[in-house]
Structures are given as C-alpha cells and as structure tokens.
C-alpha cells in the first residue's frame, strides 16, 4: 500500500468521526483543480411499519433533520380520551447519539396544566417521560382528548448519528399511559395490549 | 360593676403631620413641610389625634420620644384616652432609606447622668413606627405595648435590662381588642442587655429583640396594691425578616435566697414569652428571621444564643420557629442556636413548632448546640395534651460544651403528676403527651459528651408525691417519642479522657435517655432514619445507644414503670464504635422492638448482642427481621440507591422512589405521582407508596426527590 493510500484511508476515517473539515483531495498529484466536497454524513428517520400509526397508537415520526442530526417525534394518535400521561422506553440502535428532548408545542402543556418532561439515556435506552401533574391542594387535572384521526405531538427527541448504520428504534416495557377522565375525576393506566406503540428505523450513510 | 369606656376615635381622614430638623414647635405646626414641627415629641403631645401620621423628614432628632397610646397608672380615674399614631421616615417612603432619619437617645435617656429610657417608647392598638435609625436609647431603642407594628428600621447601639434593641410587650389589660404586634423588616444590631446588679435585680433578656404575650383575665376590682386590668384580649406577635446580629446578655446576679445559683437570661438574639391566663390565647410566630453572632456573655448563665422561646401559662399558647437563619451565635448554657421550652401546667393547651430552620455553628457552654429543646407538663389532663414537633431544620456544625450533651439537638421531655388533688391539678391525667422529630438533617456537629448528632431524655414520672410517709396515689404519666426520617451524619462525641475516671462517650449518632418512673410509660420509636459515619473518640456505641430506666418508687417498691423501644427501617451505617447497642437492661423494664433495619460497617458489633452482663440489649446480630448489608447510599445525599437492600417491597411503604418495585427510576414511577400529586392520607388518588417524604401527602417535593433520581437502574 502506497503512502498516498494510507493518507486517503487515514483522511476518510478523520471524516467519519465528524471532522467534516478535512479536504482529503483526490486525483493525481497536488495542485490538481476544483473544491473537493467532503462526504456528508446523512440520517434518514422513518416512521413504523405500521406508518402511518394505527388507531390508539404512541408512534415514533419523523421531524426536522439536517445531515447526521435528525429529530423523533412523539405522537400520540387518537381516539384517545382523556389522556394524561406516558412513560416508556425507546430502545437505540448503534451509532446514535441521543442529544436532548423538547415538550415544544406539546399537546399535554393544554390548560396550563403543570407538566413533567424527562429523557434520560442509559446504555442503549432513553427513559421518557411525558405526563400532566395533578394540582396542589386537590385540584383535579383532567386528560386531554385526540380525537378519532387527529394526531399530536407529545414531545420530540433529538439525536445524531455517529457513522453510517441502519438500525431500528423500538418502544419497550415498562410502558404505560395513564388517562384521567374529566367526568369521574379518576385515573387509571391504558392496557398495554389496548396500545400500539410504534417505532422506526434509521439510515445514516455518507452522501 | 358597669364600666364606662371613653375612648378617643381616630378621624376617618387621619392627618399627617410633619417633623423636620428646621421646623419649629409651635401650636398649629406640622400642617405642612414648611411649617413642620422641630420635635417628634411636641407634634405627638400636642398636634396629633389618634390615628395620624407623623412623618418625620431627614435628619438627626436628639430625643426620647414617648408616644404610649394608651393611659399610664395609676391615674384615678383612668383615662381611657388611647392615642395611637403612626411614626414613619419621610426618607424611608420616598427611596426605602432608614438611614436618612435618626432618634438619638444619647445625652439625653442613655442612662449617662441622666435617666435610663427607651429612645422611642410606643404603643396602643394599630400605632406603627417605620423606617428610622434608632440608637442611644438606655431602657431599650423602641419600647413598644400594644398592637404595634415595628417595620424597616435600624435599631443599633442601644442598652437596656431587657430587650437592648426592641421591647414588645403585647399584653391585654389596657386596650380593647386583641393585640397584634408585628416586628418586621428591621435590622437590629449591636445592642446590649445587662441584667441590674441593684434595686430590683431582673434577668437581663433579649439582647436583640424582646417580645412577650400576655393574655391576662380581666379584673375591675383587684386587690389593693395591684393595677385592674380592664380588659381581655388574646396577644399575637409576628417577628418576621429581621437581621439580628452582634447583640449581647449580660447577668452576674446570683439568687438572692441561697446567694449561690446564678440567675439566668435568655435569647441573646431574640427572646419571646407566651403566658396567658385559663380562659386566655397567646401566639408568637418568629419566622424568616436572620440570627448571627449574638452572645450570652462570659460570667453569664445564659440560654439560647440566638433564640430563646419559650411558652409559659395556663390558656391556649403557640409557638412557632419557622424558616429562620440561625448561625454563629453563642449561649454559656444550652442551645446555642435555639432554645424553645414548652412548659405547661394544669389546664393549658399548649403547641410549640420548630420547623425549617437553618442552624449552623453555633455554639452551647451547656446542652444542645444547635437547637435546646425543652418539653414539660405537670399536672396536665387528658384532652388538653401538646404538641411539640422539631422537623425539616437544617442543624449543622454546632457544638454543645465539653461537657454538655446533644451536640446537634438535645431534646429534653418531662411529664409529672406532683397531685392528685383535683382542684389544683386537671382530674384526668393526659394518657399520653407526644414530641415528633422527624425529617432534620444533623450533620458534623460535635458533643462534648454524648449524643453528637442528637440526644433525647424523656422522663414520665406518675407519682405525685413519691415521698415516704406521704405518698399519693398514682396516675398514669405517658410520653411518646417519635423520632423518624431524620438524616444523623458525621457527628462527633468527644467524651472526656483527660479526667479521672475518663468519661465515656454514649450515643455518637443518636442517645436515648428514657425513664419511667411508678407505673408510668415512656415509648420511644425510632424509624427510618438514616444514622452514618458518626464517631466517638473512646465509648462505645457510635450509631443508636439507648440507656433505658425504671426506678423503684420509695413508696411502693416493686412497682416500676415501662419503657418500649422501637426500632424500624433504620439505616445504620459506619459509624464507629457499635452501631446500635447500650447497656443491658437489667432490672429496667424494657421491652424492645427491632425490624427491618438495616445496620452494617461498624468495627465492633452491629446490633450489640455481647457484652458483659448478659442478657443484653439484643439476642443476636443480626436480630431476625433485620439486615446486616449495604445500604447503598448515595455519597452525596445519604439517600440508599435504588437497588439498595434496604428497600423492601414486604414493607408497609416505600421510601424508594422506585415506586412499582421494578429496580428503576422510571416514567411509571413519575407517572404513580403525577397521577397522585395533591392528594393526601384518606382521598381517593392517594397513594402512600408515592408519599416519599411520608408527609402524609404526594407533593412537589415527592415529585422532585423522583425526579433527580430518574433514570436510576440497578445493574
């Protein structure tokens, strides 16, 4: 193997460890014509299968993405009445990087209700949570209805990829949404068979 | 016999009248800023109505101002006229200066060549003095009767007998209504207290701030020699957000019976009394407060260095310590920090609160470094009962005296039947009295004894003469002690080697002093508290020692009283020394309970199951039900982690926050609370697993203490 070889294997493996800045230069011989564009380090979420999601689902969308960083939505797609809150599990596949969460435009923050966003990795898990608070002092904080069709954003997470990968993104156990119902004043937990929880897959790859 | 009241009514448009340095006393001034008074005292005298405000422009006012607001006896016949009035800084109100606007005493009432007396002296229902500089005064800076609010001022360099900076004494005979007095905002510093050496000699209280609340009976025909009291009312005063810092008690008088025992003071800082008749009500609220570097003089027997407090009669009386600072202060005696006795008798009702205060480096010659806790009833029936709760304070560096006790908190309870006559004492003893401490953060504080982090002495005593040949009949004397949820860290005892014979050290975390005397009963239970990395210079035990009695009555012999000792979902973790232990029972009736604790790491025994007079206080190490493994707590928060052993799911709650048992701190864990959240013990979305803090009710704090643990997983 030529040192120009090993200068070009050396310069592709800077790259794909993010230092996108590296002109690694090509063709023959220094002083040759035109800009070199580095590779880029594209990811690519898509939601499912099933997509779209279900009645009663808690899936996994797609949201805004440039190169390797990409954002999941959270949604929520009715009929659900009442909805309060969900906690779950998002399992990663390799190479990804989860970089933080956002309740933005969340439909449970409705009412002025006091709300709880939490994301937390560990290993190759995000614990999540989303949930409205009940009031202090005994006052009562009903769900929020999505309607039969309508879907709504419960929170997004965002991510990077780190190398080029394929992978899936599933929601696992312990999971569980709970609902408090306006009329009776009483909460209780959605059966996990009575859900479906939707995830997706990712591909990142150098473009 | 009917009383006639004349009372003077304030204008429904009150007048403002003005003070200014270039003003002139002369009749009809004050009207205006250009034609102001020169004095505070001739614009009080002469030009004011109840109610009116007199607004004092910038500037140094050499004077001693009374402005009493009610009538002063004797006076026959008494003269109802009460003339309260609001002092107030022009300066303060325009720019929130109390700088600007001084009342010097100096020269003048400073007890130099002339007569000692406050440099303002008010009082009457609804008078105010607001925004001044106050200094010079000989008999206190502000000296105040009545429902008198006492509000952003400066109050420094005064001396008195009592009360240095401020006097308050809210009591009920000479006003109608109740007196509420409220002491706020002010900064009160560097005033002196020094008890009389002649005449009659007093106790030389309250270097700071002196307040008492008397709710005294009314009486239209007294005794001759003594004043009536023409009317009832119930005292509430509030000191609340005040600096006090740099004052000082004084007191070489010595008891002029026996010409031996010192007589004491008390609440270098800050001093209060509730004392109200049978039918009477007094409060005393003392809450946001900052209390620093107040001293109890050497030569001095002085308790509560910073607060002293204490109830006192035979009506309804509260107190209340909430939320204040308390750092650096001193007392010769106990509590260096904080004093708070209840002290009840016959047929009172009384509660006392300590809650949520911070207490730091403070230093006690005696008991209690941080806080001196005094509980006491005699006499007291069922029904009446107290409440006395020390909970959520923060009590950190403080030292009792080398040899005093208690280095963090000394609790001290009492109950006694010294009659069985009815008309001297209630007719039906009370069947139980109960402290709580419950929820405090003790931590490196250090005992010259024992009891580094805490130590509590209750004593149940149903005899009420137990002396040979006159020995009365007994009656039921009962205490229960709770102390629960309390956070015991890195105390010390240091004992005392350098003496012969050396004296042990006992109790480095925790020491129980239960005795019950004659058929009385002392309960002592002690759960969930978290016990760790005290130590003890030479002793024993460095966690929980409790030394339980049960003395024989000289009366009936043989029959002794009970001590329970209940010990529960304790953690208990390297200290030095023996974790829980003490000496054996021997002819002490004790019965003891132990479950689910967890006790582990110490270099002698864990639970004391050897020593030398068998049988001792425990049958095995561990006792069944109990736990000698790691508690996994956090080096941080001493809080044991998620996947700590001691965190069992057969146990009738949960502390951990892994609330559905599943090895992590996850959403189904916030999702319990959030579902939960404002509900309390008894409703229908209560669930006592989500009760981390077993406050009784889910709240923010449970949802928080999940929160910053969410994510937590066992391995």
């Given at each position: 193997m030529n040192r120009r070889t090993i200068l070009r294997l050396a310069c592709l493996s800077a790259m794909i460890a993010?230092?996108?800045?590296?002109?690694?230069g090509g063709g023959g011989?220094?002083?040759?014509?035109g800009i070199i564009v580095p590779p880029v380090l594209t990811a690519t979420f898509t939601a499912g299968p099933p997509s779209p999601a279900p009645a009663m689902a808690l899936s996994l969308e797609p949201g805004a993405a440039m190169d390797a960083d990409f954002d999941v939505d959270v949604m929520v797609t009715g009929?659900?009445?009442?909805?309060f809150g969900a906690g779950f599990r998002v399992t990663l596949p390799p190479s990804v990087n989860f970089l933080s969460s956002s309740s933005a435009g969340?439909?449970?923050l409705a009412g002025g209700a006091a709300t709880q966003f939490s994301a937390v990795l560990q290993g190759n898990e995000i614990l999540v949570v989303a949930t409205r608070i009940q009031g202090s002092g005994g006052t009562y904080v009903p769900g929020v209805d999505v309607g039969a069709g309508n879907s709504a954003k419960l929170l997004t997470l965002s991510f990077q990829a780190t190398a080029p990968t394929t992978g899936a993104f599933t929601i696992g156990a312990p999971r569980q949404i709970e609902t408090c119902n306006d009329g009776t004043e009483t909460c209780s937990a959605v059966a996990d068979g009575a859900v479906s929880w939707v995830g997706g897959s990712l591909m990142a790859a150098a473009i | 016999m009917a009383f006639t009241l004349v009372l003077t009514l304030g204008s429904a448009n009150a007048a403002t009248i003005y003070v200014s340095t270039t003003g002139s006393d002369v009749v009809?001034?004050?009207?205006?800023t250009v034609s102001a008074c020169a004095s505070i005292q001739f614009a009080y005298d002469s030009e004011a109505i109840s109610n009116d405000e007199i607004r004092v422009l910038p500037g140094t006012y050499n004077e001693c101002v009374e402005a009493w607001g009610f009538p002063l006896y004797?006076?026959?016949?008494?003269?109802?006229?009460d003339k309260p009035v609001q002092i107030v800084a022009d300066a303060f109100v325009a720019?929130?200066?109390?700088?600007?606007?001084t009342i010097d005493g100096t020269g003048?009432?400073?007890?130099?060549?002339n007569t000692a007396l406050p440099t303002v002296t008010i009082g009457g229902t609804g008078a105010e003095f607001r925004g001044f500089t106050v200094t010079g005064?000989?008999?206190?800076g502000v000296f105040s009767q009545g429902g008198v609010a006492i509000t952003n001022n400066l109050i420094t360099g005064n001396a008195s007998v009592?009360?240095?900076?401020i006097y308050v004494f809210a009591g009920?005979?000479?006003?109608?209504?109740d007196p509420v007095a409220v002491i706020a905002d002010n900064e009160v510093t560097l005033n002196t207290v020094v008890a009389p050496t002649?005449?009659?000699?007093?106790?030389?209280?309250?270097?700071g701030i002196y307040v008492s609340a008397e709710s005294n009976e009314q009486n239209?025909?007294?005794?001759?020699?003594e004043l009536p009291c023409l009317f009832r009312g119930d005292p509430d005063i509030t000191v609340n957000g005040n600096t006090v810092t740099q004052n000082t008690v004084a007191n070489t008088n010595?008891?002029?019976?026996?010409?031996?025992t010192p007589l004491s003071s008390f609440g270098a800082g800050i001093y209060a009394l509730t004392n109200s008749a049978t039918t009477g009500t007094s409060q005393v609220t003392i809450s946001g407060n900052s209390v620093s570097n107040n001293n109890v003089l050497t030569g001095t027997q002085g308790f509560g260095g910073g607060i002293w407090a204490s109830t006192f009669g035979f009506g309804t009386e509260t107190i209340e310590i909430l939320d204040n600072t308390v750092d650096s202060n001193s007392a010769t005696?106990?509590?260096?920090?904080i004093s708070a006795w209840l002290t009840q008798e016959s047929f009172g009702v009384h509660s006392f609160l300590v809650d949520g205060n911070t207490v730091t480096d403070n230093q006690a010659g005696?008991?209690?470094?941080?806080l001196d806790l005094l509980g006491f009833a005699r006499d007291v029936g069922i029904g009446q009962g107290h409440t006395y709760t020390a909970s959520n304070n923060d009590v950190t560096g403080n030292s009792s005296g080398d040899?005093?006790?208690?280095?963090g908190i000394a609790i001290e309870y009492e109950t006694q039947?010294?009659?069985?006559?009815p008309a001297l004492s209630h007719p039906n003893p009370a069947d139980s009295l109960g402290f709580v401490v419950t929820g405090n953060n003790v931590q490196n504080n250090t005992a010259?004894?024992?009891?580094?982090?805490m130590i509590v002495s209750a004593t149940a005593n149903g005899?009420?003469?137990?002396?040979?040949?006159s020995c009365g009949i007994p009656l039921p004397a009962s205490i229960d002690l709770d102390i629960s949820s309390n956070l015991v860290l890195n105390n010390q005892a240091d004992g005392?080697?350098?003496?012969?014979p050396p004296i042990d050290v006992i109790g480095a975390g925790i020491l129980i002093l239960p005795t019950a005397v004659h058929t009385s009963r002392v309960t002592v239970n002690v759960d969930t508290n978290t016990v760790a990395g005290n130590n003890l210079?030479?002793?024993?035990?460095?966690?929980i020692e409790i030394q339980a009695s049960t003395p024989d009555d000289a009366c009936i012999a043989g029959n002794l009283g009970d001590v329970e000792f209940n010990l529960d979902s304790n953690v208990v973790a390297?200290?030095?020394?023996?974790g829980v232990g003490g000496p054996p029972p021997g002819a002490a009736q004790l019965t003891v309970t132990v479950t689910n604790n967890s006790v582990t790491g110490?270099?002698?025994?864990?639970?004391?199951?050897?020593?030398?007079?068998?049988?001792?206080?425990?049958?095995?190490?561990?006792?069944?039900?109990?736990i000698t493994a790691?508690?996994?707590?956090?080096?941080?928060?001493y809080f044991p982690n998620?996947?700590?052993?001691?965190?069992?799911?057969?146990?009738?709650?949960?502390?951990?926050?892994d609330v559905n048992a599943d090895d992590a701190i996850d959403g189904l864990d916030i999702l319990a609370i959030a579902v939960s959240n404002g509900s309390s013990t008894?409703?229908?979305?209560?669930?006592?697993?989500?009760d981390l803090n077993r406050n009784g009710e889910t709240d923010g704090d449970d949802l928080a203490n999940m929160a910053s643990q969410f994510g937590d997983i066992c391995p």
């Open positions: 993010g230092s996108l800045a590296i002109s690694c011989g220094s002083g040759g014509g009929a659900f009445a009442d909805f969340s439909f449970i | 009809g001034c004050g009207t205006a004797p006076a026959s016949p008494p003269s109802l006229s720019s929130g200066d109390n700088t600007a606007t003048i009432c400073d007890g130099v060549g005064g000989g008999r206190s009592t009360g240095g900076g009920s005979c000479y006003y109608a209504g002649t005449g009659p000699i007093g106790s030389g209280d309250g270097g239209l025909t007294p005794p001759i020699g010595l008891d002029p019976i026996d010409g031996v005696s106990d509590g260096g920090g005696g008991n209690g470094g941080g040899f005093g006790d208690g280095g039947r010294t009659t069985d006559d010259g004894l024992g009891g580094g982090g005899d009420p003469d137990s002396e040979a040949p005392e080697s350098g003496i012969i210079d030479f002793g024993f035990v460095g966690g390297d200290n030095s020394g023996v110490h270099a002698d025994q864990d639970y004391e199951a050897a020593c030398a007079n068998p049988p001792c206080l425990f049958a095995a190490d561990p006792p069944p039900g109990n790691d508690p996994l707590l956090d080096p941080v928060t998620v996947c700590s052993p001691v965190f069992d799911a057969g146990a009738g709650f949960f502390l951990s926050p008894g409703q229908p979305r209560f669930n006592m697993s989500t």
